[in-house]
């Protein structure tokens, strides 16, 4: 059963949710400094020096949320036997990303200058592709239910 697509599913959201740790969420460049918020911190760059990045501010709590629900949709791929249970903890897990993708946005608040004239960079989509990769792990246990069930009624 640990063969199943829903564990494919649940490993590309929780690999999805990895790669926010690395990846801006959303960056904004003035003439002279360009800053990026990550899950981690808020990082600032002066235009024209590479390697001169400096955290600013560090978000702790952002951070270990993101490594929670990363882990959430990764041990649920040994759920595989409590196929109910796998459910449940995919649908928890939807609900725990849309908060913590919102708590992002919070987060992106605190850009110097607010979000005007900021764009969202690939980090800042990541949690939208988790989302989906939730749900087709979700259709991929009731698939593997309705089959259950046919062949409990062929014996």
Request: hydrophobic share 55%; charged share 15%.
């Amino acid at each position: 059963m640990i063969q199943r697509i829903q564990s494919i599913w649940l490993f590309l959201a929780a690999i999805a949710l990895i790669l926010m740790l690395f990846l801006p969420l959303i960056s904004k460049e003035n003439t002279t400094t360009e800053t990026e918020i990550h899950t981690i911190g808020l990082y600032q760059d002066v235009v024209g020096k590479p390697g001169s990045g400096q955290m600013k501010e560090q978000f702790t709590p952002l951070l270990i949320t993101n490594i929670v629900v990363a882990v959430l949709c990764f041990v649920n791929i040994f759920n595989f036997k409590r196929r109910s249970m796998q459910k449940r903890i995919a649908i928890f897990s939807i609900i725990a990303i849309i908060g913590f993708a919102f708590w992002c946005s919070i987060f992106a608040q605190k850009l110097p200058g607010g979000i005007d004239g900021a764009h969202f960079d690939f980090g800042a989509y990541l949690p939208a592709v988790a989302i989906l990769f939730c749900i087709l792990a979700i259709f991929g246990i009731n698939k593997d239910e309705r089959l259950i069930r046919s062949a409990e009624r062929l014996r």
